[in-house]
């Protein structure tokens, strides 16, 4: 892994008594974490080690019969209170893998890895609970996962019903929504809270056409109130109005670990740009 100099990512540098990153409480570190998949199907055998590559990123190899990807391999690092961390990478690079593994969906297999913050998962488009449920009582579900009680759930439901455009709808099952109700609907759940460590994949949706400005207005707002960011993005301009430090994997493997400027410089510069959509900084995202 390339790594610039310790003292080109303490963000912050020249500013009276304003702590750097690496001052704060360490928020998520890593050290020689590696995370396998085993491969379930019958046809694993005449599996191509290339096609495997191409649609995971990891390094095939076979345990006691049985092949496994590795998703993730030797991958260290610290991330601190207040950071935020790009993910940057071509598709199957192990980005969404590290959300999953530091949301705690996925299990490394070996190395060490620790968590001292809560990391809420902006990864999946589709709701935890059951279709069967209403919308509001889909609401309230995600309100208690996180609350843990109900105390202020009639203001939060109201922001979430009148910013999803729902109206009555919220009353029906979420299983005769749409796939654009579905969506706007979880994207103002989600967005209305404020999270202590969030990972965030750009592929979650917002819905429809008509929805998206209004949905990107509230994602910037709630981008810049969350407190530690890790975000995976294709997009240079997004990253670079939300992050500070960018993390390059290839290969599962983390290649780069610096500020967002080099680490996209080096990402392009090493002709796997095609992935990242190169906007000028003040393009709207």
Known sequence: MFSAPSHEIRLGQGEPGKRLPDEQPIALS?????????VFTAETRSLKTSLIRSVTGGKLSRKGGKAMVAALQDVT???HQGERIALIGHNGAGKSTFLRLISGIYQHTS??????????????????????????????AHYLMVNGHLGGFEAFSDDVIAFSGLGDYVRLPVKTYSQGMSA????????????????LDEGFGAGDSSFYEQAQDRLHEFLSTTGTLVLASHSDALLRRFCQRGLVFEEGRIAFDGPLKEALAYYHRNGVSGDVDPLPQDAPV
């Open 111 to 140: 190395g060490r890895f620790e968590a001292r913050v809560r990391v809420f998962p902006m990864i999946h488009k589709s709701f935890i609970t059951s279709p069967e449920l209403s919308g509001l009582q889909a609401i309230k």
């Open 77 to 79: 690092c610290t991330v």
């Open 30 to 38: 890593l050290e020689n974490v590696r995370l396998e998949i085993p």
């Open 184 to 199: 706007r609907l979880l994207f103002a759940v989600l967005t209305a809270f404020r999270h202590e460590c969030l990972a």
